[in-house]
């Protein structure tokens, strides 16, 4: 059938083509989406450093309630998801005012930036694709699995073979079920007929009535055979 799983490049948008994928990433990411979002203050109670839930930090009141002007804060945590899952780590780029408190969080497409790391500094910066450069104070990043502790590992890039034996799989039944169901042979007519387009049209006649997948299994009538 002419496929080849090792040329095959999964990208998200193929891998999001592979109904299982689909079904899990959409599962998580509205059910993370779903779920309350707490912050939390780190304080010193005697010689314990604790953690607080609070409700009065600046960033609360845009991931609980409106992220941005063009989104709530129900699809922003779910993009926010769905970013970490198929890419390993989700970013969004914290805009401040005027007053030194957060405005808004864009979520920035995981094409539109590179990561710059700074392994012996403890950093980690982004570099937008038009040379803008955020530090750790200018964005908030979820990251998933990761080997190094700062960027997330693609879970589509970790089920790779597993991905492509599904879609190569997918494309021989597509192939495989083409010219009919189980059947491939040829008519045999009690007549002959010297019209050339004869042939065509019994050909197409027969498929339409007993080829493909919707009639596997019906009944076929064969007259003067």
């Given amino acids: 059938l002419g496929l080849d799983a090792d040329k095959l490049v999964v990208t998200p948008a193929v891998a999001l083509g592979v109904s299982a994928f689909y079904s899990c990433v959409n599962l998580i990411s509205n ?112 990251q998933d699995l990761t080997l190094n502790t700062r960027v997330g590992v693609s879970r589509f890039g970790l089920l790779n073979n597993t991905l492509k034996l599904g879609i190569t799989a997918n494309d021989y039944l597509q192939k495989y079920y083409e010219n009919g169901t189980l059947q491939d042979g040829y008519l045999k007519t009690a007549i002959k007929s010297s019209d050339p387009n004869f042939g065509d049209e019994m050909s197409a006649m027969w498929t339409s009535k007993h080829g493909g997948v919707k009639n596997m299994g019906k009944i076929q009538v064969l007259q003067l055979g």
């Fill in 31 to 142: 059910t993370i989406a779903s779920a309350d979002l707490n912050l939390y203050d780190l304080k010193i109670e005697g010689n314990k450093l604790n953690r607080v839930m609070t409700d009065a930090h600046p960033c609360a009141k845009l991931v609980n309630f409106r992220p941005s002007k063009l989104y709530s804060s129900f699809t922003w945590r779910k993009q926010m998801m769905v970013n970490r899952l198929l890419y390993g780590s989700a970013v969004s780029k914290i805009v401040w005012g005027g007053d030194g408190r957060p405005q808004e969080l864009i979520v920035l497409k995981p094409t539109d930036f590179t990561f710059l790391e700074f392994p012996h500094e403890e950093k980690l910066w982004i570099q937008l694709h038009n040379g803008q450069i955020l530090q750790e104070f200018e964005y908030i990043i979820w």
